[in-house]
């Protein structure tokens, strides 16, 4: 691939084969695996790929990030971390390339605009490389840092409710678990049953958890003092892309003014908003065997057409209340995050 063109052979193998496992959608062990081996992937690029200035190491990696964002759309950790490789390379560029003073600051043309006005530093190559490493560190220990939040916002003989399997909740729960006495209850999450491995997991440290089927939430709402979730992204208008069964969720915890706390690592933020309802461009279709088995079609499966989507659209006016590694935020504030996180330039890889 033309992307791939100026890389190592070592690299660009790694490159093809990450490529590989996004396009045949095979089981990653979860978005924290993906967005460590997408960073992984863009250190390597700054440090073994030759390049003279940062606009020639923001179009390589820009490159790449493409290639590799476009294998699975669905799977925006990708995109997202590339952008924070970007914001990165060019703070780090303009960090080394200070206004002398305020009149060189107002005429200069802006770092990183593509103009190719950067020279290279000797020690900018260094400087990003351990600014991917800082990330790296950052995305290791996000689980850790979102749970050790849990005590500010579970209290004793709470009952709190979850619906899926998110590793996040689950260390979020747990970290709660060790000084408080609560009860969760689990709704199953069908057709992938998610909710069941994370009612065990609960059950198994001791936790009092109550496994419930998804038609029961509504009913039970009433009875809980907040929801937690997780989420696979979280978009620009605060709004989630979240797993399937989600939304239903989210709306009896607004009838019974329930409170929703979604936890998620930052590089879940993505800068995309929902631009269409269209389920296959926004969300991913699995096949419908889960929902309805051909073998028990009958006659009638050639004349359905049955989707069976995997995620679901929660819109922001549901979420109370997002908790990232880096503390917890309002739905409202999550454009000023973006601004932090990704120069404006990169929002469209």
């Known amino acids: 691939m033309a992307a791939c063109e100026g890389l190592t052979a070592d690299l660009r193998e790694r490159v093809d084969a990450f490529v590989s496992v996004l396009q045949q959608q095979k089981k990653i062990a979860s978005s924290y695996?993906?967005?460590?081996?997408?960073?992984?992937?863009?250190?390597?690029i700054v440090s073994q790929v030759r390049w003279s200035n940062a606009d020639e190491l923001l179009a390589r990696v820009k490159s790449v990030g493409v290639v590799m964002a476009t294998a699975s759309p669905s799977e925006?950790?990708?995109?997202?971390?590339?952008?924070?490789?970007?914001k990165i390379i060019r703070d780090e560029s303009a960090s080394a390339h200070p206004p002398h003073d305020l009149h060189q600051m107002l005429t200069t043309p802006k770092k990183g605009s593509g103009d190719g006005d950067f020279s290279t530093p000797p020690d900018l190559r260094g400087s990003i490389f351990e600014a991917i490493n800082e990330l790296l560190d950052e995305i290791g220990a996000s689980a850790h840092n979102i749970a050790a939040q849990a005590l500010e916002h579970i209290h004793s003989n709470e009952v709190v409710m979850t619906c899926g399997h998110s590793k996040t909740v689950e260390a979020f729960l747990k970290g709660a678990a060790r000084k408080r006495k609560f009860h969760v209850i689990v709704s199953e999450s069908s057709p992938s049953y998610q909710g069941q491995y994370m009612a065990r997991a609960l059950a198994d440290v001791g936790v009092e958890t109550t496994l419930i089927t998804d038609s029961a939430v509504f009913a039970i709402m009433s009875r809980v003092n907040k929801v937690i979730i997780g989420t696979h992204t979280v978009m620009a208008d605060g709004g989630l892309k979240a797993l399937n069964g989600t939304h239903a969720v989210a709306l009896a915890a607004k009838?019974?003014?329930?409170?929703?706390?979604?936890?998620?690592?930052?590089?879940?933020?993505?800068?995309?908003?929902?631009?269409?309802?269209?389920?296959?461009?926004?969300?991913k279709i699995v096949g419908p065997h889960d929902v309805f088995p051909f073998s028990e079609g009958g006659v009638l499966s050639s004349h359905v057409e049955v989707q069976n989507p995997v995620f679901d659209y929660?819109?922001?006016?549901?979420?109370?209340?997002?908790?990232?590694?880096?503390?917890?935020?309002?739905?409202?504030?999550?454009?000023r995050l973006l601004s932090e996180l990704y120069h404006p330039e990169d929002h469209e890889l």
Not at 259 to 278: E, G, H, M, N, T
């Open 33 to 44: 695996d993906v967005a460590r081996q997408t960073a992984e992937i863009a250190r390597r």
């Open 314 to 335: 929660v819109p922001t006016d549901l979420v109370t209340l997002f908790i990232f590694n880096t503390g917890g935020n309002a739905p409202s504030y999550v454009y």
């Open 255 to 283: 009838h019974h003014s329930v409170p929703v706390i979604v936890c998620a690592a930052i590089f879940k933020l993505s800068p995309q908003f929902l631009c269409s309802y269209d389920q296959n461009t926004f969300n």
């Open 76 to 86: 925006t950790a990708v995109g997202n971390v590339i952008r924070r490789v970007l």
